[in-house]
């Protein structure tokens, strides 16, 4: 298992890459991180909103502009909650991310792409192109990796 | 680069998707040219009446060119130009003879004479119906002596007389001598070789030309391009432009002017937007006013590069309509493409792209695009750049592998 990076440095790597974004943190326990993502030059900047605690695990959240949908569709497409806009990046299962890993380089690229996949999805209306694993057909994967604690850690994908 | 710089680059490489989702398939690409090497073999094989003239079936036209368009509507025929070229004919043929040679010998086969279509006024038609629909014209044409020495020189702006010299006689059944001609030297010429090795020297992506050997214009088996070049890009749009605003009108602009006329305009600009802008743009500068004495009065040239007799704008003086409808079609794209340049966002570039090219080519580009990122990250070739998190091929850090997990609720 990776060695886990302190919120400390966490906090250092995303102030770093982004240095006009907002970051707060409550020593080892929680961080906050709330910035703008422009996937490509021809999208509008979106503000995300990144809420990671030590009991609760990992949040992301696009807090503004209220995304519309694609034609026909009823909800958007891998999220938790349609209402409050809340990104499914991962395979939690899979521990595709973990403490051990730094936000910056893995989560916040992520949530850039489901931006980008999201502006492809209403442009082709109604296609979701980045690819993954949907909630309903849940795959069986071996256990070996779920670790426990990391599952209790982080139980939201 | 600045913002509006990228946003630029963006929007054109919008249009080259477009360009590509404009080609036809590798598979329908390697159908034509087995297809036609077939028919090929069977002109040279031993027992043909022809196989002592050496024929050998080679694409001309926008195959040749690398600026074919699919169709509109995926029901109608791929259009694939070839010519058969002999390297002489039987002592005392006419015309008519080596017409009628060909015709007999696709007629004794018998797949080939199912296929056969009513006899063409320069060409003959198979048509294949299964699967992809398409059919190749056939063009038999005789060379001249000097042909193959003449493929090794180079031609360039200054010296266009070398691609003049490419030009090679074909058959026509208009024509006054048809039936009675028996000097080769006395039938109607073309030089879609010549233009095919003008069009290339012209496509260079760059203001300084460099001067090309002939040989590179005109090959058996033209290579599948992915990664065309801007000018091969800007005149399939073009193309695309003018189907959609015709719609089979018979009086739409025709592709050989649409294609010199670019060509000439092109001044190697290195991205197709900027292409596009520059050729639309100019493109009218090609369009000249030549006095005929006969008529007493001007009319419109669009001279043949290689064949400076040729004026490809003929008709225009005897169907006023075409006139009309280059003007109104070059009016349109002109304001097409300036809209699609100005447009600050992906929705409104959608809308601005949709109207002229047609939803479902646009449908596709966006999925091509969104395909093509998804297998750069997957091969780990998809950066995103610090302060923005815009995604590239360069940026700050690699995107790792990931699934998107969740359900659409």
């Known amino acids: 298992m990776s ?12 102030r770093s890459y982004f240095p006009d974004s907002s970051i707060s943190r409550t020593g080892e326990q929680s961080l906050v991180w709330e910035g703008d993502l422009q996937p490509t030059p021809l999208s509008c900047p979106y ?6 605690t030590r009991t609760e695990g990992m949040g992301i959240y696009v807090m503004s502009p209220k995304l519309i949908l694609a034609e026909g569709a009823t909800t958007l497409p891998h999220v ?41 999805w209403l442009l082709t209306r109604g296609r979701w192109l980045g690819g993954g694993i949907e909630h309903d057909q849940p795959q069986k994967k071996d256990n070996e990796n779920n670790d426990l604690q990391f599952l209790n850690e982080h139980k939201n994908g | 680069m600045k913002m509006n710089e ?66 509109v509507h995926d029901e109608d025929d791929l259009d694939i130009d070839l010519v058969c070229r002999f390297s002489g004919v039987r002592a005392g043929w006419t015309q008519y003879n080596l017409k009628q040679e060909v015709g007999t010998r696709l007629k004794a086969h018998g ?22 629909r398409f059919h190749m014209d056939i063009l038999p044409a005789v060379i001249g002596q000097g042909f193959f020495t003449l493929l090794e020189k180079r031609m360039s702006d200054e010296d266009l007389q070398i691609a003049q010299d490419m030009a090679i006689r074909i058959t026509d ?38 001067a090309l050997v002939l040989n590179e214009a005109i090959r058996p088996v033209p290579r599948m391009e992915k990664n065309k070049l801007p000018l091969q890009r800007v005149v399939q749009i073009l193309k695309r432009h003018r189907d959609i605003m015709f719609n089979g009108d018979e009086h739409k602009p025709i ?54 007799a040729e004026n490809f704008a003929d008709k225009w003086s005897l169907c006023t309509e075409k006139e009309k409808n280059f003007w109104k079609w070059l009016n349109q794209v002109k304001k097409d493409v300036a809209l699609i340049a100005e447009q600050p966002d992906l929705f409104q570039l959608r809308e601005a792209i949709e109207k002229p090219f047609g939803e479902d080519l646009v449908q596709s580009v966006f999925n091509n695009i969104g395909q093509q990122t998804r297998e750069l990250r997957e091969s780990g070739g998809l950066f995103m750049a610090g302060g923005s998190g815009l995604l590239g091929s360069i940026g700050r850090t690699q995107v790792p592998n990931h699934n998107y997990f969740g359900r659409h609720e």
Request: net charge positive; charged share 20%; aromatic share 14%.
């Open chain 2, 173 to 210: 059944t208009r024509h006054l001598q048809y039936k009675t001609g028996t000097d080769v030297l006395s039938w109607p010429s073309s030089n879609m070789f010549g233009f095919a090795a003008w069009f290339k020297y012209r496509s260079q992506v760059t203001m300084l030309r460099k």
């Open chain 2, 255 to 308: 592709s050989i002017i649409i294609t010199t006329l670019a060509a000439w305009a092109y001044n190697g600009e290195d991205d197709v937007l900027a292409a596009l802008t520059n050729v639309v743009g100019k493109m009218e500068r090609y369009v000249e006013r030549k006095y005929d004495a006969i008529r007493q009065s001007y009319l419109y040239w669009i001279g043949n590069p290689v064949n400076p």
């Open chain 1, 80 to 120: 938790y909650n349609s209402a409050d806009q809340k990104l499914c990046l991962y395979y939690p299962t899979d521990r595709e991310w973990h403490p051990g890993l730094y936000m910056a380089k893995t989560i916040i690229p992520w949530a850039s792409e489901w931006l980008y996949y999201y502006e492809l």
């Open chain 2, 6 to 71: 990228l946003q630029r680059k963006q929007i054109s490489s919008v249009l080259s998707e477009l360009g590509e989702g404009l080609d036809i398939t590798s598979a329908e690409y390697q159908k034509a040219i087995d297809s036609y090497q077939a028919v090929g073999k069977w002109l040279a094989a031993e027992g043909s009446t022809l196989s002592p003239y050496a024929p050998e079936i080679l694409p001309q036209g926008s195959f040749l060119l690398g600026t074919m368009t699919r169709p």
């Open chain 2, 111 to 132: 797949m080939y004479a199912e296929k056969l279509r009513p006899e063409g006024r320069r060409n003959w038609t198979l048509g294949y119906s299964e699967g992809r």
């Open chain 1, 47 to 52: 503000r995300v909103k990144l809420v990671y």
């Open chain 1, 3 to 14: 060695k886990r990076i302190s919120l400390l440095h966490q906090e250092g790597v995303l």
